[in-house]
């Protein structure tokens, strides 16, 4: 009966929470101008764009930057329908969304993980052990009970109650879901099989909430919950986050140095910026420090940045020097905030992608001399 009545008032806090998170995270209305610099998508790197926001009025009084913290899936749409000057997703581009999108780039900006987190009142604090499998299993709705053997087996010394698991998820066109099910599908031939990954999947259980921050607030609004959220958010509200089992059998923290670990083994691979990015995924990464379930965090803009009828040859100067410092100068304020700093190869990657864009043919950077 406590449970349900749990449940109840959850599903109440995430409706209500669902109409006014938005809102709280962006503005509704975009600045107009050639000095101002329109952009939406991924919830996830909000705190650091918002960063950039302030830090780059400092580098160019000029240029203001606008973002609308929406979703991956939302960025992805605006940007393919030209009503801004960049997008944002932790998710590259899908075939389907690049013939949409002709001559889109991407450019990592930063670098997160998608960690378990969970409101236990009997387990307060991080470090509850999970698999692959039995997190994909707890989602499918096939592990119920937070005393389930699988869950004691894996945490014998845990205080784990005979309660159910409510499961929380995004509600939005999601990166950090798309991460997420792309380790699932990775680990669990059942969920490859039944659900698969996506920005949006069918649920096979529990309650969607809108955000990274929607999802942390509803975790913490009620006990028994298990969701997840991208470490920055974890870090910065300090939630109680598990520690998941990676392709070397080690039970890993999530931790800037951990996720590191695993851009190291996945990065020299990357494709070109204008190239073909659909596979490229970095969950599941080898190495004995790795934490399984890390992302880049993308830019997306148009390699002609004259194919979206809003831009001038102004703006697109203003939003490539803007990229240029964020990826360089600007990931000096990562850390601080609960993200990983590009490498330098990864860095070196961006600035050949930032080389290439044009404006009606002609490059951007070499024709101003920058």
């Known amino acids: 009966m406590e449970t349900n009545m749990s449940f109840k008032l ?4 995430v409706l209500v929470m669902a109409s006014t998170i938005p809102a709280s995270f962006s503005s509704n209305l975009f600045a107009q101008g050639q000095g101002a610099l329109n952009g939406a998508g991924a919830t996830f790197p909000f705190p650091l764009i918002d960063t950039w926001r302030v830090e780059y009025e400092a580098v160019d009084p000029g240029t203001t930057i606008n973002y609308q913290s929406i979703g991956s ?13 960049f997008g944002a997703s932790d998710a590259p581009l899908t075939p389907e969304e690049v013939a949409n999108a002709p001559g889109a780039v991407h450019i990592p900006e930063t670098i997160g993980s998608v960690v378990p987190s969970y409101n236990i009142p009997e387990v307060p604090e991080s470090g509850l052990k999970f698999t692959g499998p039995v997190l994909a299993d707890i989602f499918l709705g096939k592990i119920t009970k937070w005393n389930d053997p699988r869950l004691v087996e894996l945490n014998p010394d845990a205080n784990l109650p005979d309660e159910n698991i409510i499961v929380v998820h995004r509600s939005d066109g999601s990166g950090t879901t798309y991460v997420w099910t792309d380790y699932l599908t990775a680990i669990s031939p059942d969920w490859d099989q039944q659900v698969g990954k996506g920005k949006s999947v069918q649920w096979p259980t529990g309650i969607g909430a809108p955000g990274n921050e929607g999802v942390a607030n509803a975790i913490r609004g009620s006990p028994y919950t298990l969701g997840y959220i991208e470490l920055a958010y974890a870090l910065t509200t300090g939630m109680p ?10 039970f890993v923290e999530p931790t800037l140095e951990s996720t590191k670990a695993a851009v190291a083994a996945s990065a020299p691979k990357l494709p070109a910026g204008d190239g073909d990015w659909s596979n ?8 004995a420090d790795s934490f399984p379930i890390a992302s880049f965090s993308y830019l997306l803009v148009d390699k002609d940045l004259s194919a979206n009828p809003t831009m001038t040859e102004q703006k697109a100067k203003a939003l490539v020097d803007f990229i240029d410092w964020a990826v360089t100068d600007g990931q000096q304020f990562a850390s601080d905030l609960g993200y990983v700093p590009l490498p330098e190869n990864v860095v070196q990657l961006n600035e050949k992608t930032l080389n290439g864009l044009t404006f009606n043919g002609n490059p951007i950077l070499n024709s101003t001399g920058a």
């Open 280 to 287: 490229v995924t970095m969950v599941n990464a080898p190495g």
């Open 10 to 13: 959850l599903v109440a806090a």
């Open 241 to 250: 986050v598990g520690f998941v089992q990676n392709q070397a059998g080690t």
């Open 73 to 85: 899936g939302g960025g992805v749409k605006q940007f393919t329908e030209n009503t801004v000057d």
